[in-house]
């Protein structure tokens, strides 16, 4: 959870400033790294969360450790405005329980 607020704080919903900051991208890959994980550790030991995207969080953990040079800003900010705050909810919902 730390790692999708540090996210949401280090873009500040800015592409143009992303873009253009190759040390934020890389601190958010870092972060992206980190939940994929995570995310594939919970799902080894509970199979039956309910994590709407687990195999693709997982995969872009793949891709971000060994396929590092194919990562594009684009695409990284589609996934903070996509799909970061739909796992922050998902995420509250498992604590919560």
Do not use: C
């Not at 971000?64 to 919902?93: C, F, G, T």
Request: aromatic share 4%; no cysteine; hydrophobic share 40%.
């Amino acid at each position: 959870m730390e790692e999708i607020e540090s996210i949401k704080q280090k873009t500040q919903n800015d592409f143009r400033n992303f873009s253009d900051d190759i040390i934020l991208q890389r601190a958010v890959e870092r972060d992206l790294e980190i939940i994929g994980e995570a995310t594939r550790k919970m799902m080894e030991i509970n199979p039956a969360l309910q994590i709407t995207a687990s195999k693709n969080i997982i995969g872009l953990r793949n891709i971000i450790s060994h396929a590092y040079d194919s990562i594009e800003p684009e695409m990284l900010w589609a996934i903070i405005q996509k799909n970061i705050p739909v796992l922050a909810d998902e995420i509250r919902k498992i604590k919560d329980k």
